[in-house]
Nanobody, 123 residues
Framework: QVQLVDSGGRLVQAGDSLRLSCSVF????????MGWFRQAPGKEREFVAS???????KYAESVKGRFTISRDNANNTAYLQMDSLNSDDTAVYYC?????????????????WGQGTQVTVSS
């Protein structure tokens, strides 16, 4: 059974940093692309960042230069380091997996999802 457990979200102040983690079980982690999405209240789920099995990364324009995605294949875990947080970053963050190597902005390209972790940035 495939399971994604994302964690690390909490209440922080504007300008703070936060690191999210996503532990993956039940798939051959090293062969999958890992991604992070987020969904703010009243808005659609949006792509944040991805890293494929070749370590190639992609970021949404809104987080480029502030967020860093990484992966630890030995521990089947993906991370999202978030720096210089602002109130626009407030959302539930979800990790996801995809079998595709190419850029995958659409949520429909991702086959497994975590339960979500809340990030709230107070200004």
């Amino acid at each position: 059974q495939v399971q994604l457990v994302d964690s690390g979200g909490r209440l922080v102040q504007a300008g703070d940093s936060l690191r999210l983690s996503c532990s993956v079980f039940g798939i051959r982690f090293s062969t999958y692309t890992m991604g992070w999405f987020r969904q703010a209240p009243g808005k659609e789920r949006e792509f944040v960042a991805s890293i494929n099995r070749l370590q190639s990364t992609k970021y949404a324009e809104s987080v480029k230069g502030r967020f860093t995605i990484s992966r630890d294949n030995a521990n089947n875990t993906a991370y999202l380091q978030m720096d210089s947080l602002n109130s626009d970053d407030t959302a539930v963050y979800y990790c996801a997996t995809s079998p595709y190597v190419g850029a995958l902005v659409s949520a429909t390209s991702w086959n497994y999802w975590g339960q979500g972790t809340q990030v709230t940035v107070s200004s």
